[in-house]
């Protein structure tokens, strides 16, 4: 049965308890001393690391793998305790054999990671501490592991740099053939639309314009062709009339000469008179027919002048129509001949930024391959480390003797709380219900005999009882 108790109670419970908890309290911190004197010392050596800016040669180019000193440092952890960069360090210092051994590379770079610790200091540069048993071999392998970091992290780089050449010249080689196929289209549009091109709408216009001053000459020379023809139609029937009078005189006059030339003799005058009259009439007969001849010869040349000039009215309507329907395609032409143009432009806009990022891309390339030793530089070599980082025995020690003592304490603590035995009056008049009349104190210890029975030379004395009053 469990009981409380003061502080008191508890002091005087631990003080006649005082060999066992001590006995526990001793084997508890002879335990825990052999425990931290067992454990295996581990040794730890840090080495500082500064990231290297950019060189002004970089920067003067858009780089295509390179990355600011801050996202170094935000990933560089992650860069550090990545397998290739751990499994090269183990397989070139020979560490873990054991774990290698028994269960493989993948064991021994998860070991290396628990091993491994990298903090950021300051703005440009780093922390890297590694842990191990081997001074020297801790001091080894934090030196060495910047090298192999900046190694690894190199070849990375470099291999992006060509990975990304090598994308750009295969863009560049896509966007070479989008622009050659643009160029093509456009240029057959062109050829097939000829003379409907929004460039030729000026030309047309002026084509048109020029047309239309033809058609209004040829108009102009129409109607003064027909107007002729108009004119010799009427003076047509006049000449026939003058022929016709002038050859039916003749005729007359003709016969009027032979009839006198029976009844006189040739130097008549009368046949002198009529002889003139017949050759002037006959001169004037053929002039009239002359003139009816040329006539003839004109309304003939007039007639075809005016059929070589509708034909040619009827060709300029043909060409002012073509003209005009030129001019009216062009809208649509334009605004597909734009589309295609833009189309064009931003493939080629393309085609000459995938260029200017290879030659970037090349140029980077070069540049990582001449920062081998540029990316990091070791400010801070780690040295060999004298005395171990871990455990601290003394901290240890004092642990184990805390934890000792405690559980001795509590040991005697709980026993103490399970003993129903009476102790003392005042236990007795807590417990018991009934009156207490008197005490008999326990007198086996020397101490107490000698206080509580003075007169210890008699041996059957006994002392008087001690009132509870």
Sequence with gaps: MERGMTADQLLSALWRRKALVGAIAAAIFVLGAAIVMTRPSVYEASVVVRVEPQRPGEEMVQRTVSELIEQRLVTVRQELLARPVLQKAIEEMNLYPELVSDR???????????????RVEGETAFELTYAGRDPQVVAQVANRLPAIFSEETLKIRQTQAARATDLFTEEMVAMGKAVSSWETKISKFKVDHLGELPEQMEMNMRGL????????????????????????????????????????????????????????????????????????????RKDAEGRMYAERNERTRVATLIVNIQKDIVDLQKQAEAYQARLNNTPRWAQELAVMNRDYEIARTKYQSVVSRKVEAEIAQELEAKSAKSLFNVI???????????????????????????LGVLTGTVLEMRDDSLRDGTEVRERLTLPVLAVVPNMQGKTEKRILMPMAGSKNSVSSPTSLN
């Design 380 to 406: 801070s070599p780690a040295g060999v480390p004298t005395s171990p980082a871990r455990p601290d025995r003394m901290t240890g020690l004092l642990i184990a003797a805390l934890v000792a003592l405690s």
């Design 209 to 284: 314009e020029r047309i239309s001053a033809q058609l209004q000459t040829k108009s102009e020379e129409l109607r003064s062709a027909e107007a002729r023809r108009s004119d010799l139609a009427r003076a047509r029937n006049a000449a026939d009339s003058e022929a016709g009078r002038l050859e039916a005189t003749e005729s007359g006059l003709a016969r009027t000469l032979t009839q006198a030339k029976t009844q006189w003799t040739p130097d008549h005058p009368e046949v002198k008179r009529m002889e003139r009259e017949l050759g002037d009439i006959s001169a004037q």
């Design 104 to 118: 493989g590379i993948e064991a021994a770079v998860e070991q290396m990671r628990k091993d491994l610790t990298v």
